[in-house]
């Protein structure tokens, strides 16, 4: 797929040819390059509703996207340090912090940029619903000030806790979506 991840898209059994239409049952595993292990989950069977409308029908199971996050998560992909140009772009500074929470004001009586550290701490757990998915992480923020010689002091810590869903739709040939932030 990609640095971080290969799949496994090997048939698990025999195409089954019929008159109409080939059934193809690909394993679509996903673990982390170059280490491949065995995954954390187990694949439940499923069936795709029976329909002739299309010429092509892809469906994706629950497990294919639960190995994905393992291998992502297990690569560090979820890890992510945002920069002072980012925050910068956003405005984001110890000044902004510091109305918010009053340590920080005490702290940082100068404005300084800050750079964000994102982290998982577990593995994110991707649910498949009806007309969408949901995706649950938990995770730390650790919010630096960056200093005028470059060296970093750390303001605070909080851990994070966000469920969020996604529905995909297709219009005007157009695959969208839409994120809804349920907590």
Excluded: H, W
Aim: hydrophobic share 40%; proline share 5%.
């Amino acid at each position: 797929i990609d640095d971080l991840a290969e799949v496994d898209y090997s048939l698990n059994s025999l195409p089954a040819v019929f008159r109409q239409f080939i059934d193809l049952d690909l394993k679509g595993i996903v673990y982390p390059a170059g280490n491949y292990t065995g995954s954390p989950y187990v694949a439940a069977p499923f069936t795709i509703p029976d329909q002739s409308d299309s010429m092509l029908y892809l469906a994706f199971s629950e497990y294919f996207f639960q190995t994905s996050s393992f291998a992502y998560y297990t690569a560090g992909a979820f890890n992510i340090t945002i920069a002072e140009e980012t925050c910068s772009y956003f405005n984001i500074s110890t000044e902004i912090f510091g109305s918010i929470i009053p340590e920080v004001a005490k702290y940082s009586v100068t404005p300084y940029p800050v750079m964000l550290k994102l982290t998982a701490t577990e593995i994110p757990t991707i649910s498949l619903e009806q007309d969408s998915f949901t995706v649950e992480i938990q995770g730390s923020m650790e919010v630096f000030a960056v200093l005028p010689d470059s060296t970093t002091q750390s303001l605070f810590t909080m851990n994070i806790a966000a469920n969020t869903s996604l529905a995909l739709n297709i219009f005007d040939q157009k695959l969208v979506g839409s994120l809804c932030l349920n907590r």
